[in-house]
């Protein structure tokens, strides 16, 4: 506490009147771009690792960033972050809606252990709140996360807007991440479909046809990658990439090919500059990749800019 006390004794002294020339500045004319959900774990620290400032955004805190879906909400009885929602995109007409959440969540290793009978019984929710706001705002995520029975490399499905319209998501395929965080990151993309299921964001964004819903198609469809697909993909991304696999291959070809001739030449000394023509090859190809890239990202793109 003494700490927190001494903070904010430096700030008056040493940021304040910065500060206070910053929040002038946006007073009158504040232009957040987002609303943005995230867990209230003292480590998240949003503005930072945003790089946002006084007026970038809303900014709402709860435990597992939870947004409730719109069935919760009635007249009488709502939570914040659905009325967060209604001040940032229908009051101040911002388009965007961004839900972070993150790894070792202290709420979501809770959640996963909400889902023994004992944990989440009745008798638990009414002296935990805690456990209370995740059984009831949370216990979708964990019966997706459950659905996929471990089996972590098969897509998952969310709804977005309509029925009709979805999006699909994988859940660490890799499996890099413990069990707890592969259910904060279904829970994070969980979240999104609960803010999709709000009317005021349909009422403030686009008109919905309800005549034409009833015939219009999923929009998403699913196909897996093939190997082939896969190497075309990579080739238009990073050619020069490509450029010099195909220069390491041709290189330690036509080395083994010039092998049978290399004379009283020594087999170390040979397989040395075979390696050092084989490695500049790639370094070549990489280096003009790298310039390219460059060229094409800050010298071509600032001309036409300007043109």
């Given at each position: 506490m003494?700490?927190?006390?001494?903070?904010?004794?430096?700030?008056?002294?040493?940021?304040?009147?910065?500060?206070?020339?910053?929040?002038?500045?946006?007073?009158?004319?504040?232009?957040p771009k987002?609303?943005?959900?995230?867990?209230?774990?003292?480590?998240?620290?949003?503005?930072?690792?945003?790089?946002?400032?006084?007026?970038?955004?809303?900014?709402?805190?709860?435990?597992?960033?939870?947004?409730?879906?719109?069935?919760?909400?009635?007249?009488?009885?709502?939570?914040?972050?659905?009325?967060?929602?209604?001040?940032?995109?229908?009051?101040?007409?911002?388009?965007?809606?961004?839900?972070?959440?993150?790894?070792?969540?202290?709420?979501?290793?809770?959640?996963?252990?909400?889902?023994?009978?004992?944990?989440?019984?009745?008798?638990?929710?009414?002296?935990?709140?805690?456990?209370?706001?995740?059984?009831?705002?949370?216990?979708?995520?964990?019966?997706?996360?459950?659905?996929?029975?471990?089996?972590?490399?098969?897509?998952?499905?969310?709804?977005?807007?309509?029925?009709?319209?979805?999006?699909?998501?994988?859940?660490?395929?890799?499996?890099?991440?413990?069990?707890?965080?592969?259910?904060?990151?279904?829970?994070?993309?969980?979240?999104?479909?609960?803010?999709?299921?709000?009317?005021?964001?349909?009422?403030?964004?686009?008109?919905?046809?309800?005549n034409?819903?009833?015939?219009?198609?999923?929009?998403?469809?699913?196909?897996e990658?093939?190997?082939?697909?896969?190497?075309?993909?990579?080739?238009?991304?990073?050619?020069?990439?490509?450029?010099?696999?195909?220069?390491?291959?041709?290189?330690?070809?036509?080395?083994?090919?010039?092998?049978?001739?290399?004379?009283?030449?020594?087999?170390?000394?040979?397989?040395?500059?075979?390696?050092?023509?084989?490695?500049?090859?790639?370094?070549?190809?990489?280096?003009?990749?790298?310039?390219?890239?460059?060229?094409?990202?800050?010298?071509?793109?600032?001309k036409?800019?300007?043109?």
């Amino acid at each position: 506490m003494e700490r927190i006390l001494r903070g904010i004794m430096r700030y008056r002294v040493l940021d304040r009147a910065t500060m206070v020339k910053q929040f002038e500045q946006v007073q009158d004319h504040p232009v957040p771009k987002a609303v943005f959900y995230t867990c209230m774990d003292s480590r998240m620290i949003p503005t930072r690792f945003t790089e946002t400032s006084v007026g970038d955004m809303f900014v709402v805190r709860n435990a597992g960033n939870v947004v409730p879906h719109s069935q919760y909400f009635s007249d009488e009885m709502t939570s914040c972050e659905p009325a967060a929602m209604e001040l940032g995109c229908v009051i101040n007409d911002v388009r965007h809606i961004i839900v972070c959440g993150h790894s070792d969540c202290k709420a979501m290793n809770l959640l996963y252990k909400l889902k023994s009978p004992q944990e989440s019984n009745i008798e638990q929710r009414r002296i935990s709140p805690l456990k209370s706001w995740l059984c009831n705002h949370a216990k979708t995520s964990l019966d997706k996360f459950l659905a996929m029975n471990g089996d972590f490399k098969k897509p998952m499905i969310f709804t977005a807007e309509t029925e009709q319209r979805k999006f699909v998501a994988y859940i660490d395929p890799e499996d890099k991440f413990c069990i707890e965080d592969k259910l904060s990151q279904v829970n994070t993309l969980q979240q999104l479909q609960n803010v999709a299921s709000y009317g005021m964001l349909k009422k403030q964004k686009y008109y919905v046809d309800k005549n034409s819903m009833a015939n219009s198609r999923q929009i998403f469809e699913y196909s897996e990658e093939s190997q082939a697909e896969k190497l075309a993909r990579k080739s238009k991304d990073s050619p020069f990439m490509i450029i010099g696999l195909v220069g390491l291959v041709g290189a330690v070809g036509f080395g083994a090919y010039k092998f049978k001739t290399k004379g009283k030449m020594s087999t170390s000394v040979f397989l040395m500059q075979l390696r050092v023509a084989a490695q500049g090859t790639v370094v070549s190809a990489l280096t003009l990749g790298l310039i390219y890239t460059l060229a094409t990202e800050h010298i071509f793109k600032d001309k036409g800019k300007k043109e």
